[in-house]
């Protein structure tokens, strides 16, 4: 495998089920980030980790839960979730979370709330 | 607030020149990104910018002028498989990205 993968890809679930969302980066980047993409929209930045350590949460509701257990690791946990949360959520990577360094970006999850 | 402000929508011939611009009024200044993305596909990166001035790579160039918060990409000899949304990003003064809404870029014969 190489750059960023996600899975699943595609992800359709009620609004009571718990669900999660995984991504590994094989490039050996510091910073790993949680995007959530939704038509005719600006990307949405939800959670930054650089170095295994949370340094951003932008006012994410509480049914988003990351989960950054090593450096080529993220999860986002999912519960109760609404018709609205459907989208697509991106996973990227970057050498670190700030300079001049670009975000390398994972295929997606769409996901849809039933 | 901070915003980023490109055009929904640009259509373009085959062959032709296009330039798609992007304006934006952020908290600070570190540089400025051009994506490309195609249709049910990750965005991946095309250019950076951090001094006024123009980068040239191959088919594609990107322009800053940070006096007046306005950057471009411009693509020149375009092929059919330019067709995706554009995405111009600024990294503010806490290196946080602010992102634009993409420019939909439709190629015709």
């Known amino acids: 495998e190489t750059g960023v993968t996600q899975t699943p890809r595609h992800l359709v679930m009620g609004m009571t089920n718990k669900k999660s969302l995984k991504c590994e980066q094989h490039?050996?980047?510091?910073?790993m980030y949680w995007y959530k993409q939704s038509a005719k929209k600006p990307l949405e930045l939800m959670f930054v980790?650089?170095?295994?350590?949370?340094?951003e949460n932008n006012s994410v509701p509480s049914r988003f839960s990351p989960e950054c257990p090593n450096s080529s690791h993220l999860f986002l946990h999912l519960h109760t979730l609404q018709p609205e949360d459907s989208a697509l959520y991106l996973c990227?990577?970057?050498?670190?979370?700030?300079?001049?360094?670009?975000?390398?970006f994972g295929p997606g999850t769409r996901l849809t709330v039933t | 607030g901070q915003n980023i402000d490109q055009p929904t929508e640009m259509t373009a011939t085959e062959g032709a020149i296009v330039q798609i611009n992007c304006t934006y009024q952020t908290s600070g200044f570190n540089g400025l990104f051009w994506y490309q993305q195609h249709a049910g596909e990750a965005p991946t990166f095309l250019s950076y910018n951090v001094l006024d001035g123009l980068e040239e790579k191959g088919r594609f160039s990107s322009f800053l002028s940070r006096s007046k918060g306005y950057s471009y990409l411009l693509l020149k000899e375009l092929q059919m498989k330019d067709s995706a949304s554009y995405l111009c990003?600024?990294?503010?003064?806490?290196?946080?990205?602010?992102w634009g809404a993409g420019t939909k870029l439709i190629i015709k014969p």
């Open positions: 490039l050996g980047h510091n910073a």
């Open positions: 990227a990577s970057s050498q670190s979370d700030s300079g001049s360094y670009e975000q390398y």
């Open positions: 980790y650089n170095f295994k350590e949370q340094t």
């Open positions: 990003a600024v990294r503010d003064s806490n290196y946080q990205l602010i």
